[in-house]
């Protein structure tokens, strides 16, 4: 099995301007099966041809059996785009979108409690199963390979990284999934690291982090309480200043919780192995397994 995803996984698509339409044909060439677009003004349109589009999430979901949906529409529209789709029940919901505010992410953290939906994101690369050939969001699929490694990241560059590093070493991946790097988001490292520890084929776990808040310390809480696998991790940012906000908006140093040292301290008490740098999280996984 996979996390999230599956072989009966339906998606659909919210945003289809120049990026999202790019991303779009991707996914469908990389074997994501795309059932419907969804555009306010599009409807009774067809996406390649092909892919028809609907008015509203509700309508696609009822007209194609969409259960999965992915957004691209700009930040001002983005938190009513989310909750279009968590009140369609789709199983999984992926964010691309940067720069929403922090008070919409406040009413969508609180208004998709006990529903039905896992938010991926905002401001994320998505998710991708190279088993199945099916990936929502922006993660290339020409550098992965099927496997038994889990990657979980608040950062997307470095989560290609670890990617092409773990194919490069002969090595596959099982699930691979952004998390985000905003101050408030979806899905947690917590969140993913359950999954991954219940998949069966799921052998070893990387956890990317980064500077700022205290998400790795809960991860490393709850690797020292609950996981077997191997986790292997590397912290980015150890040599930001305080203060400075260092690309992501949750990127920045406010407190000694938030500095890189702190974080590997934690992860390492957990028993997670240390890549002290991300060019070495692929030489470190086979110096493990």
Same mark, same amino acid.
């Given at each position: 099995?996979?996390?999230?995803?599956?072989?009966?996984?339906?998606?659909?698509?919210?945003?289809?301007?120049?990026?999202?339409?790019?991303?779009?044909?991707?996914?469908?060439?990389?074997?994501?099966?795309?059932?419907?677009?969804?555009?306010?003004?599009?409807?009774?349109?067809?996406?390649?041809?092909?892919?028809?589009?609907?008015?509203?999430?509700?309508?696609?979901?009822?007209?194609?059996?969409?259960?999965?949906?992915?957004?691209?529409?700009?930040?001002?529209?983005?938190?009513?785009?989310?909750?279009?789709?968590?009140?369609?029940?789709?199983?999984?919901?992926?964010?691309?979108?940067?720069?929403?505010?922090?008070?919409?992410?406040?009413?969508?953290?609180?208004?998709?409690?006990?529903?039905?939906?896992?938010?991926?994101?905002?401001?994320?690369?998505?998710?991708?199963?190279?088993?199945?050939?099916?990936?929502?969001?922006?993660?290339?699929?020409?550098?992965?390979?099927? +496997?038994?490694? !889990?990657?979980? &990241?608040?950062?997307?560059?470095?989560?290609?990284? #670890?990617? @092409?590093?773990?194919? $490069?070493?002969?090595?596959?991946?099982?699930?691979?999934?952004?998390?985000?790097?905003?101050?408030?988001?979806?899905?947690?490292?917590?969140?993913?690291?359950?999954?991954?520890?219940?998949?069966?084929?799921?052998?070893?776990?990387?956890?990317?982090?980064?500077?700022?808040?205290?998400?790795?310390?809960?991860?490393?809480?709850?690797?020292?309480?609950?996981?077997?696998?191997?986790?292997?991790?590397?912290?980015?940012?150890?040599?930001?200043?305080?203060?400075?906000?260092?690309?992501?908006?949750?990127?920045?140093?406010? +407190?000694?919780? !938030?500095?890189? &040292?702190?974080?590997?301290?934690?992860?390492?008490? #957990?028993? @997670?192995?240390?890549? $002290?740098?991300?060019?070495?999280?692929?030489?470190?996984?086979?110096?493990?397994?």
């Amino acid at each position: 099995m996979t996390i999230l995803l599956d072989k009966n996984t339906k998606v659909l698509i919210q945003g289809l301007g120049r990026d999202g339409s790019f991303q779009a044909i991707k996914s469908i060439e990389y074997g994501t099966s795309v059932v419907s677009c969804v555009h306010p003004n599009r409807k009774d349109k067809f996406f390649q041809e092909k892919i028809p589009f609907f008015g509203s999430v509700k309508e696609a979901v009822e007209k194609t059996g969409a259960n999965a949906g992915v957004i691209y529409v700009p930040a001002p529209f983005a938190m009513d785009a989310i909750i279009e789709q968590i009140d369609a029940d789709l199983d999984v919901c992926v964010c691309i979108t940067e720069g929403i505010p922090i008070h919409d992410m406040m009413m969508i953290k609180n208004y998709i409690k006990n529903k039905k939906t896992k938010l991926i994101g905002p401001n994320c690369p998505g998710i991708i199963s190279p088993k199945l050939n099916l990936k929502m969001g922006i993660i290339p699929g020409n550098i992965c390979n099927p +496997g038994n490694i !889990g990657i979980v &990241s608040r950062s997307g560059t470095l989560t290609y990284e #670890a990617i @092409a590093q773990i194919s $490069e070493i002969g090595m596959g991946q099982s699930s691979c999934v952004g998390i985000g790097g905003d101050p408030i988001h979806g899905l947690s490292y917590v969140d993913v690291l359950k999954m991954f520890e219940e998949d069966s084929e799921t052998k070893a776990i990387v956890l990317i982090g980064e500077i700022g808040g205290t998400k790795e310390q809960s991860a490393a809480e709850y690797i020292s309480n609950n996981v077997d696998k191997p986790v292997i991790f590397t912290i980015a940012g150890s040599t930001a200043p305080l203060g400075k906000r260092m690309g992501h908006a949750g990127a920045v140093i406010n +407190g000694k919780m !938030g500095l890189a &040292s702190e974080k590997i301290l934690a992860l390492k008490k #957990a028993g @997670a192995y240390h890549a $002290e740098d991300p060019s070495k999280i692929g030489e470190t996984i086979k110096q493990i397994l």
